[in-house]
């Protein structure tokens, strides 16, 4: 099975701009979380999506957001972006039966000038 | 909020020594997994421990689990160059209605395995 992917790699941004980050999960997985992780704070969770529903939400600013697809595909947005925002964001997807380990992607390293 | 806090923070070893990392955490579990992830990349997930499970084996990788302490260690023998890599433990938060797939991380051990 082909693993996580995330699109794109790499992201250079200016503040106040937005960003759409894109996660593909592996096949059979429905349920995708997304974590931000910084030198300062570490791996934060931000959410999870399961079955197109966001079913946790992470301690961010409503300007981070996300959505689920029908194929378990997942986006997350960040609008007006801010300095802080620089990050690596990574996907993970599982397959939600029972099982607790978490597949992760390589991530998308953003950086926000 | 930082569920696990791993010590030490940086460990250097050398080929063929073994690496004992641990982590303590702050709340009941059901459950501790281990994830290495290799200079800013992905997390591969390493193992994982029922809070029912006193000690668990992979391969090279021993976990275990002492739920009175709140703690876990992660041992390597027979340490590889490979190795070299972050370590972290993860526990699924129980703010969430149980759900797993909102894992809280600690921040880590930098392991650095020198040939």
């Known amino acids: 099975k082909a693993g996580v992917t995330q699109t794109p790699r790499y992201l250079i941004k200016t503040r106040g701009q937005q960003v759409t980050l894109s996660c593909s999960p592996i096949?059979?997985?429905?349920?995708v979380s997304w974590y931000q992780q910084t030198p300062g704070q570490g791996l934060q969770f931000l959410f999870e999506?399961?079955?197109?529903?966001?079913?946790n939400k992470g301690n961010f600013p409503g300007r981070f957001s996300g959505r689920q697809f029908s194929n378990s595909r997942s986006e997350m947005n960040v609008s007006t972006l801010e300095l802080g925002d620089s990050a690596l964001y990574l996907c993970?997807?599982?397959?939600?039966?029972?099982?607790?380990?978490?597949?992760f992607g390589p991530g998308t390293r953003l950086t926000v000038t | 909020s930082q569920q696990g806090e791993e010590d030490p923070q940086a460990l250097s070893i050398q080929e063929g020594e073994n690496a004992t990392m641990n982590c303590s955490y702050k709340?009941?579990?059901?459950?501790l997994q281990w994830y290495r992830q290799n200079s800013g990349r992905g997390l591969v997930h390493l193992i994982l421990?029922?809070?029912?499970?006193r000690e668990k084996h992979s391969g090279r990788l021993r976990v275990t689990l002492d739920t009175s302490k709140k703690s876990s260690s992660l041992l390597i023998t027979a340490s590889r160059a490979a190795d070299t890599a972050s370590y972290f433990c993860?526990?699924?938060?129980?703010?969430?209605?149980?759900?797993?797939?909102?894992?809280?991380f600690g921040k880590g051990t930098k392991l650095s395995v020198k040939p």
């Open positions: 993970a997807s599982r397959h939600d039966r029972g099982s607790y380990e978490q597949y």
């Open positions: 096949s059979g997985h429905r349920s």
């Open positions: 999506y399961f079955s197109e529903t966001q079913r």
């Open positions: 709340t009941s579990i059901n459950n």
């Open positions: 421990i029922r809070s029912n499970e």
């Open positions: 993860a526990t699924p938060s129980m703010n969430y209605g149980g759900s797993q797939g909102n894992l809280i």
